[in-house]
């Protein structure tokens, strides 16, 4: 901070030398993410808990009329859980935007794409419009929409004046559904989560998604940046991609290998 204000500064001192103090390094780890089985395991559960109810076409009465009792673990409850997951795994959001997210601000503006106009966003920036990369996304948005066809998409009896409500359900639903899903990482369990689990598992499946010039329009859609994609996902999938290559190609030493005892 020191060093930003003396660059500040410089512009008024003509000529004058500031101290340079040394900056500070930070210690980066990989952020929590669930692996491809681990992600299609807690949808399963998730819509298991839902009694089946997620993944049926359901109208806005029948949605509506789903069990719902006063605590958390109810029926319509693990709808909106599963309804949440999809909508951050298809078109990579903030935790933040869950509750703000409209039926109004999606519209179908191609065949089988569907385009998200974020009328509200994070510290009041400018609106952003982001769509799907994966083609299953339209199937699921029209279900989604034959449901909520207006007003808020995720837990529409949670009250939005506090601007945490739906997002406190969420990670206490999700928190839930992945113990009981049996899943084991290390990390923690809030939302936060899921949309490294989108990023991560989108590169991953789709390697040329982390060059030029995709990777710019990837990030843009995400309404991230490209350092931040490559310092967080990246670098790390190719470690990964490194390490595994290198064992397919490289023999066991003989000193190695388990040899049979004569008896």
Not at 97 to 104: A, F, I, Q
Not at 233 to 247: G, P
Request: include cysteine; proline fraction near 3%.
């Amino acid at each position: 901070l020191i060093n930003k204000l003396f660059d500040i500064a410089a512009d008024d001192y003509s000529g004058h030398k500031f101290p340079d103090f040394p900056g500070i390094t930070k210690q980066y780890k990989q952020v929590a993410h669930l692996k491809k089985s681990q992600w299609e395991a807690l949808l399963k559960t998730v819509n298991e808990l839902s009694c089946g109810a997620a993944k049926k076409s359901l109208t806005s009465e029948e949605y509506f009329n789903l069990e719902f009792k006063f605590n958390r673990y109810n029926q319509r409850n693990w709808v909106d859980l599963h309804d949440a997951l999809l909508l951050q795994w298809f078109f990579f959001f903030r935790s933040e935007d869950m509750g703000r997210l409209r039926s109004e601000w999606f519209e179908e503006t191609g065949v089988e794409v569907v385009t998200c106009n974020l009328q509200e966003t994070k510290g009041h920036r400018k609106i952003h419009e982001t769509t799907h990369f994966r083609p299953d996304a339209y199937t699921f948005w029209r279900r989604l929409n034959k449901r909520r066809p207006q007003g808020f998409l995720v837990a529409p009896h949670v009250s939005r004046q506090s601007e945490n409500g739906v997002r406190n359900l969420l990670n206490h639903l999700l928190k839930y559904a992945i113990e009981a899903s049996g899943i084991k990482f290390q990390g923690g369990q809030s939302w936060t989560t899921i949309r490294h689990t989108a990023f991560r598992l989108m590169l991953e499946d789709v390697p040329d998604m982390g060059k030029y010039p995709d990777i710019a329009s990837f990030a843009n859609n995400g309404r991230t940046k490209v350092p931040m994609l490559q310092k967080t996902y990246l670098n790390y999938i190719s470690d990964k991609e490194l390490a595994s290559k290198v064992r397919r190609s490289v023999a066991p030493e003989s000193y190695t290998l388990v040899k049979r005892i004569a008896t």
